[in-house]
């Protein structure tokens, strides 16, 4: 069986405010509430192209789950099990390790970041049913450009290494997201959403 872990409630707020100051999510759509096309079924070759603001950064098919849709990309009934929305009636859902497949998903801010200030990213997690294993090491990363790639596998860059004599080379290495849940805190509840949250200072323009 393949196996989901549902993502939800994105957040992205400046965190270095007091608590008498009013943090704005600067995430559009966050909890996937605003869409276009009401989801049909979950399709291995499809593009999430149905939810405001949000779309997928490579080949691998990230899936939209709504109460407006059938059985397979229902809410809370669907093809991957039982989950309630966390908030209002959605949610999308990704693969997080099927060999070497996988799936992400992309939006927008409502504006750049700035250099040197301290923002704190959230979003919730809940483990399908149908699922046979568990992660821990899921992540949010902040880039000034678009992220677009035809692969259907980990989504690497390319970085040029100088080995000095006028000898270099482009080599594939992991992106580095800003954000990661910690390695010993597996995400295997099938009930109730997760949090992961975290902490960073931005180096300025980032904007995906």
Known sequence: LHWKTLALFFSLSASSL???????????????????????????KGVMNGVDAWWQPTAGSSDYFNVCSGRDCAVPRNKMGVQTARTGVAYCGIYCSQASYREYLQTQLKSPLLPGHRYRVSFYVSLAEKSPHAIATIGAMLTSQRLADSTWDVLMQRESVDYGDNQSQLISVYYKPQVVNDKDRVLDDMKSWTLVSGDFVADGGELF
């Open 18 to 44: 007091s608590i008498a100051q009013r943090v704005d999510n600067m995430v559009f759509n966050p909890s996937f509430e605003e869409y276009t096309l009401c989801p049909e079924r979950i399709d291995a």
